[in-house]
T-cell receptor
Framework: GAGVSQSPRYKVAKRGQDVALRCDPISGHVSLFWYQQALGQGPEFLTYFQNEAQLDKSGLPSDRFFAERPEGSVSTLKIQRTQQEDSAVYLC??????????????FGPGTRLTVL | TQLLEQSPQFLSIQEGENLTVYCNSSSVFSSLQWYRQEPGEGPVLLVTVVTGGEVKKLKRLTFQFGDARKDSSLHITAAQPGDTGLYLCAGGGYGQNFVFGPGTRLSVLP
């Protein structure tokens, strides 16, 4: 595909369930970012990968959140024991080069997570 | 922590009107990006500004980066319904990830 894809597009989970959100970045893009966007807010940074290395995970809100990109391409964001406050749209973005001031990030459509 | 504020939070105007939205911070950014996000989609980059005082034009959109690199504005001339969306600014620092503002939700009525 030409763009960043994410799956599933929508996920409903019961409180306490584990969820896994997938991101397929643009082929050849070095950097991959995960963001959390609450309703009516801008995206908030969660974590950043350069190839398979997770260089920054300072935005992960708790140890229930875990992200991986084992082969430097597809990434998975896992949330364990989901809570209602985890309800949000989770956005993935990729860029051709490493994080930098001029690098354009291409965003996927997001996964809307609703925790009941 | 670097924070960005955007104003107004909501804006509803008639087709053909002009508008300006603002992005402000107490922090200095090495660059600033503007995105537009439509419902159910991810943000799409409109422009990156990197030099204090820089002005960039993209058709009917004019972007300005403040001299002190702490603020930016987006001006739209003769707004059209297709301009409707959430406008986000994002500030970046050297070696740092971008910080997004809360956005301005624009509605252009036909």
């Amino acid at each position: 595909g030409a763009g960043v894809s994410q799956s599933p597009r929508y996920k409903v989970a019961k409180r306490g369930q584990d969820v896994a959100l997938r991101c397929d970045p643009i082929s050849g893009h070095v950097s991959l970012f995960w963001y959390q966007q609450a309703l009516g807010q801008g995206p908030e940074f969660l974590t950043y990968f350069q190839n398979e290395a997770q260089l920054d995970k300072s935005g992960l809100p708790s140890d229930r959140f875990f992200a991986e990109r084992p082969e430097g391409s597809v990434s998975t964001l896992k949330i364990q024991r989901t809570q209602q406050e985890d309800s949000a749209v989770y956005l993935c973005a990729s860029s051709l080069e490493g994080a930098g001031v001029n690098n354009e990030q291409f965003f996927g459509p997001g996964t809307r997570l609703t925790v009941l | 922590t670097q924070l960005l504020e955007q104003s107004p939070q909501f804006l509803s105007i008639q087709e053909g009107e002009n508008l300006t939205v603002y992005c402000n911070s107490s922090s200095v950014f090495s660059s600033l990006q503007w995105y537009r996000q439509e419902p159910g989609e991810g943000p799409v980059l409109l422009v990156t500004v990197v030099t204090g005082g820089e002005v960039k034009k993209l058709k009917r959109l004019t972007f300005q980066f403040g001299d002190a690199r702490k603020d930016s504005s987006l001006h739209i001339t003769a707004a059209q319904p297709g301009d409707t969306g959430l406008y986000l600014c994002a500030g970046g620092g050297y070696g740092q990830n971008f910080v997004f503002g809360p956005g301005t939700r624009l509605s252009v009525l036909p």
